[in-house]
Nanobody, 121 residues
Framework: QVQLVESGGGLVQAGGSLRLSCAAS????????MNWYRQAPGKQRELVAGITSGVRTDYADSVKGRFTISRDNAKNTVYLQMNSLKPEDTAVYYCHVLLTRWGTTVPQNYWGQGTQVTVSS
């Protein structure tokens, strides 16, 4: 079994900051990529930021320069530091992890439960 537990969402004024965390636990042999997605009402889920096992990062154009993704391999945790938040950042943010469980060889996708981020103007 693998679990992803997210935390850190909330309500913040425009220009403010939030830090999201997502901790993976369970029968984990290795973690490949760790990503953050978001989904606003009436919109498709979109990739916000990603980080590989080699700590290569990638960001959506809309968040470049404002958001920073990082990971703590010892804790199997990925973070998303969000600065200069805008109302259009309002969405449910989901953690996604591509990992390999002990006793298997094929990486599998796991999703967190989602955390609401609301940015007021």
């Amino acid at each position: 079994q693998v679990q992803l537990v997210e935390s850190g969402g909330g309500l913040v004024q425009a220009g403010g900051s939030l830090r999201l965390s997502c901790a993976a636990s369970g029968s984990i042999a290795s973690i490949n990529a760790m990503n953050w997605y978001r989904q606003a009402p009436g919109k498709q889920r979109e990739l916000v930021a990603g980080i590989t096992s080699g700590v290569r990062t990638d960001y959506a154009d809309s968040v470049k320069g404002r958001f920073t993704i990082s990971r703590d391999n010892a804790k199997n945790t990925v973070y998303l530091q969000m600065n200069s938040l805008k109302p259009e950042d309002t969405a449910v943010y989901y953690c996604h992890v591509l990992l390999t469980r002990w006793g298997t060889t094929v990486p599998q996708n796991y999703w967190g439960q989602g955390t609401q981020v609301t940015v007021s103007s």
